[in-house]
């Protein structure tokens, strides 16, 4: 079954330090990965998507994530924090047969100033 | 870009009643609708998969009898949480596929949510 991991529940870094979310899939076929982020008590806006295209996506806000087989990794990454990338950030994954998402555990990002 | 209308965004109400919570996709037709939920400081765990037209599909362990999932059209999907108690107090989160999206790398157009409180 395919699934997601996302090491560290919280993270926190100092404003315009750099950002690294860490988000390991497991999956037997090529996955399609998406990085999502929810700000209090609201939905998911989706940050990126790999769909196998390029290795290294560019997202909204700055962010981006390079998708890495020999690691199966998909980090998030975004070189200077800001104050509003403060909020909760999901990486996910496609079950390739019935097309459900299903997420990681989250992590939370604080920025201090 | 794609919209997809919850509502209501918050509803407090009693034990033992029941409430309903409408999913609307406003400026596109979704074949495919997620039911989600997700408790404080918590992932989103995947309920059900609603399709319109046919019967909603409910993931292991969570009760049909209780949270009933309507798709009468491809603009809307409804939740209701029937004789709800305080334990279903939560947050509810319905995404969207759009119709014609191919399914394997198209992301999932989210809703803003529903805080359910249950007293």
Same mark, same amino acid.
């Given at each position: $079954?395919?699934?997601?991991? /996302? ?8 404003? !315009? ?15 399609? =990965? ?7 008590n609201?939905?998911? /806006? ?6 196998? $295209? $390029?290795?290294?996506?560019? !997202?909204?806000? !700055? ?45 939370? =990002?604080?920025?201090?100033? | 870009?794609a919209?997809?209308?919850?509502? *209501? ?9 029941? %409430?309903?919570?409408e ?38 362990? %969570?009760e ?20 709800a108690? *305080? ?15 191919? %399914? %394997? ?13 249950v007293?």
């Open positions: $079954a395919q699934s997601v991991t /996302q090491l560290g529940s919280h993270v926190s870094v100092s404003e !315009g330090a750099l950002v690294l979310l860490r988000c390991n899939y497991s999956s037997s076929v090529p996955p399609y =990965l998406f990085w999502y982020v929810q700000y209090p609201q939905g998911l /806006q989706l940050l990126l998507k790999y769909t196998s $295209a $390029a290795t290294l996506v560019k !997202g909204i806000n !700055g962010f981006e994530a390079e998708f890495k087989k020999s690691e199966t990794s998909f980090h998030l990454t975004k070189p200077s924090a800001h104050m509003s990338d403060a909020a909760e950030y999901f990486c996910a994954v496609i079950v390739s047969n019935t097309g459900k998402l299903i997420f990681g555990q989250g992590t939370t =990002l604080q920025v201090k100033p | 870009g919209v997809v209308s919850q509502h *209501p965004s918050w509803v407090i109400c009693k034990s033992g009643t029941s %409430v309903k919570i999913c609307r996709s406003l400026d596109f037709q979704a074949t495919t609708m997620f039911w989600y939920r997700q408790f404080p400081k918590q992932s989103l765990m995947l309920m059900a998969t609603s399709n319109e037209g046919s019967k909603a599909t409910y993931e292991q362990g %969570v049909k009898d209780k949270f009933l999932i309507n798709h009468a059209s491809l603009t809307l999907s409804t939740l209701t949480v029937t004789s108690h *305080p334990e279903d107090s939560s947050f509810y989160i319905c995404s969207a596929r759009e119709v014609g999206e191919y %399914v %394997v790398n198209s992301p999932l157009h989210f809703g803003n949510g529903t805080r359910l409180t007293t």
